[in-house]
């Protein structure tokens, strides 16, 4: 939708909000049903500004005994903050508040669903929070565990999947620091392919990419005795990934999946059965994914995602000048894909 078009929108909300003949309730909860479509449009700055200025509004209508509707916007505004870009942690901070104050309401007066959506978006908070030490982790796998009691596989497959995901994340996330370690690895790789059993290529095409893509880095860099058979199940998850995502239609997506399909191969021999023969020719396979991760970052933007690329491609150079000269008459052909 056109910008002008999104102004005109939000500014005939604004003025039905300000209708003195329509009751407050109606008013807030129009205002709310905008904000909450202009998130759902492609998002920029400004929409979301507007979005949170608009759930401000429509709390500043919505009448104190309104505890509930009261509580969804405050929710749904809590999303749209947590969307917002910025360099510190003032809108995850926001969204966090908002959310521990709709969350009592919503569990007393809500729906479960709605209740479970919440923490969910809570536990995301609460997440992103956590990778600067502000809150433990602990805090965000609680608040996915307790949305799973919602969102079970049999009714609801994509909730299920989503939550497995964030869970696996959040696993992984913690320092490898104790002799629980390999636990939560497990743990992880269990909960990605848990959210596989319930979503599929046709129904669920960005989840089940994301799923794949996230299970493919947990086995590569599990501290694994079985780092061979790990990392051809890892190859194969990224595989599946970009039967979605392509270079067209998910560009970022699908550079992010074949740089992690190249970190893969560069440790595969190209022979599992004979890992002894070498790796020219997944080397080459790797460097071709990195090169053109490289272009589709720096195309996008992402400076610092195509530097780290490019530094892998100089590394993969300077090791194959090393491989021995027998090795150089293996060709391309074995490259695993």
Same mark, same amino acid.
Do not use: W
């Given at each position: 939708?056109?910008?002008?078009?999104?102004?005109?929108?939000?500014?005939?909300?604004?003025?039905?909000?300000?209708? @003195?003949?329509?009751? $407050?309730? =109606?008013? !807030? &909860?129009?205002? %709310?049903?905008?904000?909450?479509? *202009? /998130?759902?449009?492609?998002?920029?700055?400004?929409?979301?500004?507007?979005?949170?200025?608009?759930?401000?509004?429509?709390?500043?209508?919505?009448?104190?005994?309104?505890?509930?509707?009261?509580?969804?916007?405050?929710?749904?505004?809590?999303?749209?903050?947590?969307?917002?870009?910025?360099?510190?942690?003032?809108?995850?901070?926001?969204?966090?508040?908002?959310?521990?104050?709709?969350?009592?309401?919503?569990? @007393?007066?809500?729906? $479960?669903? =709605?209740? !479970? &959506?919440?923490? %969910?978006?809570?536990?995301?908070? *609460? /997440?992103?929070?956590?990778?600067?030490?502000?809150?433990?982790?602990?805090?965000?796998?609680?608040?996915?565990?307790?949305?799973?009691?919602?969102?079970?596989?049999?009714?609801?497959?994509?909730?299920?999947?989503?939550?497995?995901?964030?869970?696996?994340?959040?696993?992984?996330s913690i320092p490898f620091t104790d002799r629980r370690a390999k636990m939560r690895e497990a743990l992880a790789v269990q909960a990605f392919e848990e959210g596989l059993k319930v979503i599929n290529l046709v129904d669920h095409p960005s989840e089940y990419a994301m799923l794949q893509n996230n299970l493919g880095n947990a086995l590569q860099y599990a501290s694994s005795s079985h780092g061979l058979e790990n990392n051809l199940r890892a190859l194969d998850a990224y595989e599946q990934a970009l039967k979605v995502r392509s270079r067209d239609r998910t560009p970022l997506e699908y550079a992010n999946t074949i740089a992690n399909k190249a970190n893969c191969l560069w440790n595969l021999p190209d022979d599992p059965e004979n890992p002894d023969a070498g790796n020219r020719a997944n080397l080459l396979s790797a460097r071709s994914c990195y090169a053109e991760a490289r272009e589709i970052f720096m195309a996008h933007g992402e400076r610092e995602r195509a530097r780290i690329v490019a530094e892998a491609v100089g590394q993969i150079e300077r090791e194959m000048l090393t491989l021995p000269p027998a090795e150089a008459t293996s060709g391309a052909s074995g490259a695993g894909a």
């Open positions: 939708m056109a910008a002008g078009r999104v102004a005109e929108e939000v500014r005939a909300a604004l003025a039905a909000a300000q209708d @003195e003949t329509a009751e $407050p309730l =109606e008013r !807030a &909860e129009m205002l %709310m049903e905008v904000a909450m479509g *202009l /998130q759902q449009r492609p998002k920029t700055p400004d929409q979301l500004n507007t979005a949170v200025e608009l759930y401000e509004e429509a709390l500043a209508i919505c009448p104190g005994e309104s505890r509930l509707l009261r509580a969804r916007i405050t929710a749904r505004k809590a999303t749209a903050l947590h969307a917002m870009p910025e360099e510190g942690f003032g809108f995850l901070e926001q969204a966090r508040a908002a959310l521990d104050e709709a969350i009592p309401i919503l569990r @007393e007066k809500g729906r $479960p669903e =709605e209740l !479970a &959506e919440a923490e %969910m978006n809570l536990g995301v908070v *609460l /997440q992103n929070l956590a990778g600067a030490h502000r809150v433990r982790i602990t805090d965000a796998i609680a608040a996915y565990q307790r949305a799973l009691r919602v969102f079970d596989k049999a009714k609801y497959p994509q909730e299920f999947a989503i939550l497995q995901n964030n869970l696996a994340t959040a696993f992984l």
